[in-house]
């Protein structure tokens, strides 16, 4: 038995595919896996043993299709759901499995602000889309298995546990904390921090860096995506905006405060940790202002406040944060 699972983009949504990939290779121990997905973000998951192959996609998926259909895949499973994924399934046509997207009613939730969205996360309803595979959530969560081959000259000089992991990133402004609400969070924080980020950071990190010298570490745009992963893996706790590494501290179970702006989220991509860890679950926080009018503007995000006064994070009381 061969699957194909897709999906092409970004770090934080091909991690939470990881339960599927796990679930599937232990109800089919035999089967082949096979994985579809851009060839940036082949990092989140090279270190992955439940994979057998991967298709990265350079440039046009059109352009891996004969490949693909070489392989003869049995069941292709569709976890991007985009013209893309569409184009490789009538393409291989082979049965195939996705899920669903809930776009009416987070378009309903952005413009009309009426709640019609479920009370269920992202992995749930990747598992509701492949149901009758027979293949269920075993309730361990995420995955995250670092790959060595970016971290082998990479030795972090910090005690494990003993500092907290602060995200910078984020895609889009409006899923950011303004500097002067880092800076607040950053004096609030009595041990080591460690800033994590990309090029797009840097500044900022170094600002952050330059007033409290004696309690951070700025990394932001100088490691790769694995070695970020293990300084949130041996994080004590890790505060981040809702971003990919939000998603990769869940993996390594560990307690996450998340904070959220233009973006919420009963939108059903919050920190995730299965079943079987719901006392982890317990233990972390989110971190939003609650009965805003103008939130969610977006289900993605802006480039900037539509409205202009970005109370949604202009607005967060880090005085309700409990495990610092």
Same mark, same amino acid.
């Given at each position: 038995?061969?699957?194909?699972?897709?999906?092409?983009?970004?770090?934080?949504?091909?991690?939470?595919?990881?339960?599927?990939?796990?679930?599937?290779?232990?109800?089919?121990?035999?089967?082949?896996?096979?994985?579809?997905?851009?060839?940036?973000?082949?990092?989140? !998951?090279?270190?992955?043993?439940?994979?057998?192959?991967?298709?990265?996609?350079?440039?046009?998926?059109?352009?891996?299709?004969?490949?693909?259909?070489?392989?003869?895949?049995?069941?292709?499973?569709?976890?991007?759901?985009?013209?893309?994924?569409?184009?490789?399934?009538?393409?291989?046509?082979?049965?195939?499995?996705?899920?669903?997207?809930?776009?009416?009613?987070?378009?309903?939730?952005?413009?009309?602000?009426?709640?019609?969205?479920?009370?269920?996360?992202?992995?749930?309803?990747?598992?509701?889309?492949?149901?009758?595979?027979?293949?269920?959530?075993?309730?361990?969560? !995420?995955?995250?298995?670092?790959?060595?081959?970016?971290?082998?000259?990479?030795?972090?000089?910090?005690?494990?546990?003993?500092?907290?992991?602060?995200?910078?990133?984020?895609?889009?402004?409006?899923?950011?904390?303004?500097?002067?609400?880092?800076?607040?969070?950053?004096?609030?924080?009595?041990?080591?921090?460690? !800033? !994590?980020?990309?090029?797009?950071?840097?500044?900022?990190?170094?600002?952050?860096?330059?007033?409290?010298?004696?309690?951070?570490?700025?990394?932001?745009?100088?490691?790769?995506?694995?070695?970020?992963?293990?300084?949130?893996?041996?994080?004590?706790?890790?505060?981040?905006?809702?971003?990919?590494?939000?998603?990769?501290?869940?993996?390594?179970?560990?307690?996450?405060?998340?904070?959220?702006?233009?973006?919420?989220?009963?939108?059903?991509?919050?920190?995730?940790?299965?079943?079987?860890?719901?006392?982890?679950?317990?233990?972390?926080?989110?971190?939003?202002?609650?009965?805003?009018?103008?939130?969610?503007?977006?289900?993605?995000?802006?480039?900037?406040?539509?409205?202009?006064?970005?109370?949604?994070?202009?607005?967060?009381?880090?005085?309700?944060?409990?495990?610092?």
């Amino acid at each position: 038995m061969k699957f194909l699972i897709i999906r092409f983009s970004s770090i934080g949504d091909v991690v939470l595919t990881t339960p599927v990939i796990r679930c599937i290779k232990n109800k089919y121990p035999d089967a082949e896996i096979h994985y579809l997905t851009k060839v940036q973000f082949h990092p989140v !998951l090279a270190g992955n043993p439940y994979i057998d192959k991967f298709h990265l996609m350079q440039h046009e998926v059109k352009e891996m299709l004969p490949d693909l259909k070489a392989e003869n895949f049995d069941y292709v499973i569709d976890l991007h759901k985009n013209l893309r994924s569409v184009l490789v399934k009538r393409a291989l046509g082979k049965p195939s499995f996705s899920f669903d997207k809930i776009n009416f009613a987070k378009w309903i939730k952005v413009n009309l602000k009426l709640h019609l969205l479920p009370n269920k996360h992202i992995v749930n309803r990747f598992f509701d889309g492949i149901a009758k595979l027979q293949i269920t959530n075993d309730g361990h969560g !995420l995955d995250y298995f670092i790959w060595q081959n970016e971290i082998y000259d990479f030795n972090p000089p910090h005690e494990h546990g003993k500092y907290t992991a602060l995200v910078l990133g984020a895609k889009h402004a409006t899923k950011r904390l303004p500097f002067n609400k880092l800076e607040e969070l950053c004096k609030n924080i009595n041990h080591n921090i460690v !800033l !994590l980020g990309g090029k797009e950071e840097i500044e900022i990190g170094e600002k952050l860096n330059s007033l409290f010298p004696e309690k951070i570490i700025n990394y932001c745009g100088k490691i790769n995506l694995n070695q970020s992963a293990l300084l949130v893996k041996n994080a004590g706790i890790v505060i981040t905006h809702d971003t990919g590494l939000m998603h990769i501290a869940s993996a390594f179970k560990k307690p996450i405060i998340s904070i959220w702006g233009s973006t919420i989220p009963a939108f059903g991509m919050y920190p995730y940790y299965g079943e079987k860890h719901k006392d982890l679950a317990a233990q972390s926080q989110i971190l939003e202002v609650e009965n805003l009018s103008c939130r969610p503007c977006s289900k993605i995000g802006f480039d900037s406040c539509p409205k202009g006064h970005f109370k949604c994070m202009n607005g967060i009381d880090f005085g309700e944060i409990k495990l610092l």
